[in-house]
């Protein structure tokens, strides 16, 4: 099976996190987007599949199209075992990565506190007061839990326990991402969450994500995706 | 099975599309927090159970703890025929849910667009910028949406066709909350949506949801909710 996954080229955005999935996996996959003429063939196929997706990204498997990150995550969870196998491990999983779902929205939002639809120069005086709420105590209650939860499944140092889960992928990329948009920030957050820390050195270390983190596939954080480094944001 | 929900006592939030589903399924459940010291043991477990939660809503189910309402749905589906039994289905459903699940995160940013633990009063300016984006821009696009998703199924008049599914419940609820929130826009706004509207009236029409609407174990919604009615954003 070769996959076809379906998100905005320039980006790393919310695709990332299926591109970290699928990378580690060491599925096969086009990154249609990326392709000749591939952002009009992902715009069709949003609107146009038997299930139309709201937004990118969205997977294709076959004849069936996949939408919503975590929900693509829970598919590619079960198929390539990079969740538990039990239900109830299976719903655990996916419950942290709804989590790390509703932290990646907030995240958008210190940017964009008004509307998507206007440029973030027209919403930055909002930004900036959205932006010190955000670190001051969002960051840190969600840190908080999932240094918890890193600490009650005790040894093997993933979010689950001994093995990895998509959700430690995931993890990996919203404290890279959070590095870089706020590094001021969190220079002075990250010390209180050392397994989280552990967490993010584990990952990157693994031989697939490594060799993918080298290569021209990972697209570089920048100003026009989720985490964006505006220093007057960064307090 | 008699399941135990954790949630808000006084408010319908998030924890009402639970209870939606719950209802339609007439399975057993105790609203935990609504009977006596009954927050106080949800607060424990929240951050005590094996599965630790960052926030309610979340149901036990026996041993297991299920965290983030569109999972607890994602299980309550499957248990209780409230989903396709095929996986293609049951993703194509829980997709749904998520959309709707950031349409309600949007919902909830309209009166607190700054910071969740500021007051509305000391974010109204941006409130009223936020609102005023959210219905001149988001409602539409995430009703034509699902307007969209409705004619494509076509015959049966729910999400997935013919059968009801936890996230036609869900959308009722939007719908409904949307209605209390903001009359003034939606009385503008629904007409142009017509499915979306039939939808709401087939789940009203329900038996099950109808005897629960009429009960006092429907919450109405108010200003402590995530829908809220405040006259100066319904413009």
Do not use: C
Request: charged share 20%; glycine share 8%.
């Amino acid at each position: 099976m070769v996959y076809q996954l379906y998100y905005w080229p320039t980006i790393p955005g919310r695709g990332e996190f299926v591109r970290l999935a699928l990378e580690e996996a060491q599925a096969q996959y086009v990154d249609v987007a990326r392709t000749r003429n591939g952002t009009r063939a992902m715009m069709k196929l949003m609107k146009e599949a038997a299930t139309p997706s709201f937004a990118p990204p969205f997977l294709a498997a076959g004849d069936q199209v996949i939408g919503q990150t975590a929900n693509i995550l829970l598919f590619l969870g079960g198929a390539h075992g990079l969740a538990p196998r039990a239900q109830a491990g299976r719903l655990w999983v996916h419950q942290l990565q709804l989590t790390i779902a509703d932290l990646v929205a907030e995240v958008h939002d210190t940017h964009h506190p008004i509307s998507s639809s206007l440029y973030y120069e027209d919403q930055k005086k909002e930004a900036k007061k959205r932006a010190a709420a955000f670190l001051a105590e969002r960051v840190p209650k969600y840190f908080e839990y999932f240094e918890g939860v890193l600490a009650r499944v005790g040894k093997g140092g993933y979010l689950n326990g001994a093995k990895l889960t998509y959700a430690d992928l995931s993890m990996f990329q919203v404290i890279e991402g959070l590095r870089y948009a706020f590094p001021k920030a969190m220079a002075r957050i990250e010390p209180g969450y050392p397994r989280l820390a552990a967490l993010r050195e584990l990952v990157a270390a693994r031989p697939n994500i490594a060799a993918y983190l080298a290569s021209k596939r990972r697209i570089p954080f920048n100003e026009e995706g989720i985490f964006r480094h505006y220093p007057e944001l960064d307090v």
